[in-house]
Nanobody, 126 residues
Framework: QVQLVESGGGSVQAGGSLRLSCAAS????????MAWFRQTPGKERQGVAA???????SYADSVKGRFTISKDNAKNTLYLQMNTLKPDDTAMYYC????????????????????WGQGTQVTVSS
């Protein structure tokens, strides 16, 4: 079992930056695939970025070059650095995890993840 708590969301103007954090507790954090998802009302949850236990990463095309996922195993914390934010990035952002390696070949799919945080809202104004 893993418990996840996100923080760091807020409102920012287009072109600005935010860093999201996800504090994990309950199990051996570094054995899990960790990811960030986002969701807007009426739409499916979209995989944004994922990081494997060995540090390898995967990103959605829409955020490549702007977002960076990272983790601090000593602090059991996952991060998402978001730069050059656009209004289309406005969404509720969720941290998620599943035990074992990430399955990057299949993409970042919500159905693969077992544990979810409550979400943190990111709003980007033009």
């Amino acid at each position: 079992q893993v418990q996840l708590v996100e923080s760091g969301g807020g409102s920012v103007q287009a072109g600005g930056s935010l860093r999201l954090s996800c504090a994990a507790s309950g199990d051996t954090y570094n054995r899990y695939c960790m990811a960030w998802f986002r969701q807007t009302p009426g739409k499916e949850r979209q995989g944004v970025a994922a990081i494997d236990s060995d540090g390898s990463t995967s990103y959605a095309d829409s955020v490549k070059g702007r977002f960076t996922i990272s983790k601090d195993n000593a602090k059991n914390t996952l991060y998402l650095q978001m730069n050059t934010l656009k209004p289309d990035d406005t969404a509720m952002y969720y941290c998620a995890s599943h035990y074992g390696s990430c399955w990057f070949v299949a993409g970042i799919r919500a159905a693969d993840f077992d544990y979810w945080g409550q979400g943190t809202q990111v709003t980007v104004s033009s």
